[in-house]
């Protein structure tokens, strides 16, 4: 199914279109300023005065003070967030053509993924970093997942979608919105989360391959789009890590980890999540691998609850482990929730220590936008420093191919590999 039929039946034939007239946006400096720098975003209170009203994905233009162009973006009145800039410098039309050349340039970024047979799951679209600010299109094999982040791309569904047919030919496609957007159903023209757009009904998880390894996704009700692909490149270099190990896996969501570990000769894993749910679908992800021999010979454990209580626990209990993985949620999404999140990445360093064995390796991922990489890392290894096991880190990772940095708030992911 490589064309995109709009049926009367199908939701995209009732969305609104966007305004023909454009909205002029007259900035402050400092908005001027973070404009002329490359920033996708412009916030409400940069804006001194505007031609006249407009609703979710209208075009605007934002000028300078002498009135010469800045940007042109979706224009968003719902949100503080007030317009996402699609081209800066020069003036665009937003149109098929305009989607399909920023859908190949992201299609060309990520050629080795594309070209990889043993990856069918990935990022193809990660929002303002691919120039298309508030969308993310995930693909797992036949289905593609498209999660909006602004009710501004609402009127542009259609146009998007057509250039995705081309470029990314799918069976179907399932649409997911952002908490905030499943909050405000008047803008959102009958669309809800989860919805299939296009194509074949689903009726359980889909199954997508990622470096040869079998995982089921739920696209539909799974956190985030189903998985989380941003951690392909560091569940690689566990499994290169693992041979021999006794590993625990926290935070282990459906078994990435703890998966990639058992495939690198893992003789025990034990998954940790407070989601059972999420612990069942690992252990089918388990099932899914039996061919593999390692995968067959793994033992792998269950361990349901909260991560702060279990491990505390563990450590109890004496419990020891050659390999932790930590790979908590995101702490820190505002400025105001910094500093505890570094104190709960201090906490599970002690914690994830207190299980490890002498000479083990202690993995610790953090995906709070708001944690710069350098704060991370000084946190973890100064609590290790004074829980008297100093680590001596052999590599710190960032972001994969598929999830490109952009501008400076793009940069989320940071990990940590640590001897102790
Ligand atoms: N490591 C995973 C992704 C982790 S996402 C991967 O590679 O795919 C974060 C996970 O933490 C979710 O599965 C969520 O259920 C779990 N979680 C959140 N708070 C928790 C807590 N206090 N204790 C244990 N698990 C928790």
Redesign the pocket.
Known sequence: MDKLAITPESPLSTLPKAAPQRIALHVSRDGERALRSGHPWLFDNSIERQSHAGKPGDLAVAFDQKRRFLAIGLYDPTSPLRMRVLQHGTPATLDQAWFLAHLQAAARRRAPLLGDNRTTGYRLVHGENDGLPGLVVDRYAETLVIKLYSAAWIPHLADLLAAVATVQPAQRWVLRLSRTLQKAPEHLYGLTDGMLLMGLALTGPVLFLENGLCFEADPIRG?KTG??LD?RE??ARVEALAAGQRVL?????????SLYAARGGARQVAS????RP?LAAAERNFALNQHLPTVAAAEHQLLA??????LAHLQTAGQHYDLV?I???AFAKQQTEVERALSAYAQLTRLGLGVLASGGTLVL?S?SSRVSSDAFFATVTQAAAQAGRPLHPFAQTAHALDHPIGFAEGAYLKCLYART
Do not use: H, T, W
């Open positions: 956190q998985f989380f951690q560091n569940r896996n926290v935070f282990a969501y459906n078994g990435g980890f940790l999540d407070s989601s999420a609850g909260d991560a702060f209580q279990l993985i790979d908590p949620p991922a995906c």
